[in-house]
């Protein structure tokens, strides 16, 4: 297959977009994906400074590597969740550690133990959450310690390298629970709010083979295998069932996150047109959208002058 832009032999297909690229031009229409989504979420700015979260995998390295090539001010953050198993941490501590110094960049490391006294995995058995239940202490922290972290050192934004996969099995998972806490909070970019910064997930509308391409295509040395706690978990179930989706139906995935966000922007709208109707017409106390007179109270009006009856009427009084 030939890349779209050089006529070089592709070296990936990205079948939802019917655009096969070489290598070069591949790892050039990522930065310029994620530079599209960071302005049309308005996510933050060249001013701002940046934190990203990474974990030493493939999607947050990337991250870490397209903002710096774009141009912004970005930092690492890296938690150590302190998961033995494998030697999960161990490893994907040293990859984020090498990663930072080998381009030169700024890493604040924070370890879980630290902040709770056991790593994550004791915390879990310690609270009996169990084995398994890992996950739920492990956000907790990560979403607490990110969150300190970023305020405490004057960071504008924390941005995390969520994926369109990720976002995907997220809104499948909520919807089918009809979640709507979860579901009114999802969204490319959180604004800030007291005692919370401001967050963003810039690869949203990436494919997580297209991140992975890029970091290979980067020659990233990043931890190939997955926290050893994933396994089972009901978000890699909803991953596998979109996968099929998007095996019959290229663009499936992205169709539904992005139809998800566009409905949402609607109803939004249709939020606000809907608070706009409460506002009471100042002459006959009608509901109208307008600022002023209803319309029907203006159709009067219009009329009146036409048909020369200077004082107003009305039979409602
Ligand atoms: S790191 Fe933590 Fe994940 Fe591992 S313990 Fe679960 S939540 S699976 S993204
Ligand atoms: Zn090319
Ligand atoms: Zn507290």
């Known amino acids: 297959m030939e890349c779209r832009k050089c006529g070089g032999r592709a070296s990936i297909n990205m079948r939802q977009h019917k655009l096969p690229l070489c290598r070069d031009h591949f790892i050039e229409w990522i930065p310029a ?13 060249f001013q701002d400074r940046v934190l990203v979260a990474v974990s030493g995998g493939k999607d947050s390295l990337a991250l870490w590597d397209v903002l710096t090539g774009l141009g912004y001010r970005a930092d690492g953050l890296y938690i150590d969740l302190g998961i033995e198993s494998s030697e999960y941490s161990k490893q994907s501590r040293a990859r984020t550690e090498t990663f930072a110094s080998s381009n030169g960049l700024t890493l604040i490391t924070v370890r879980a133990a630290d ?17 398994g239940k890992s996950c739920s202490v492990c956000g907790l922290t990560k979403r607490y310690v990110m969150n300190q972290v970023a305020l405490k050192n004057g960071y504008d934004i924390l941005v995390t390298g969520h994926n369109l996969d990720d976002e995907a099995a997220t809104l499948f998972g909520n919807t089918l629970n009809w979640q709507v806490g ?34 290979f295509l980067r020659s990233i040395d990043y931890i190939y295998q997955e926290c050893p706690y994933a396994i089972g978990a009901k978000s890699i179930y909803h991953k596998d069932i979109l996968n099929r989706m998007e095996r019959d139906r290229p663009g499936a995935k992205l169709s539904f996150y992005l139809s998800f966000l566009r409905a949402k922007a609607w109803m939004r709208f249709a939020e606000a047109q809907a608070r706009l109707e409460f ?14 007179l209803c319309s029907f109270c203006r159709l009067k009006e219009r009329v009146h002058e036409r048909i020369g009856v200077s004082e107003r009427t009305h039979s409602y009084d």
């Open 182 to 215: 979860y579901l009114q909070r999802q969204w490319p970019a959180l604004e800030a709010r007291p005692g919370f910064v401001r967050k963003a997930k810039p690869f949203c509308r990436l494919y997580e083979r297209e991140t992975a391409a890029y970091a």
């Open 115 to 131: 902040e709770l006294g056991v790593g994550v995995p004791a915390a879990a058995a310690l609270t009996r959450r169990g084995r």
């Open 279 to 292: 506002s009471a017409c100042p002459v006959c106390g009608a509901p109208t959208s307008a600022d002023g």
């Open 33 to 45: 994906q994620t530079q599209r989504a960071i302005e049309s979420y308005n996510m933050f700015q």
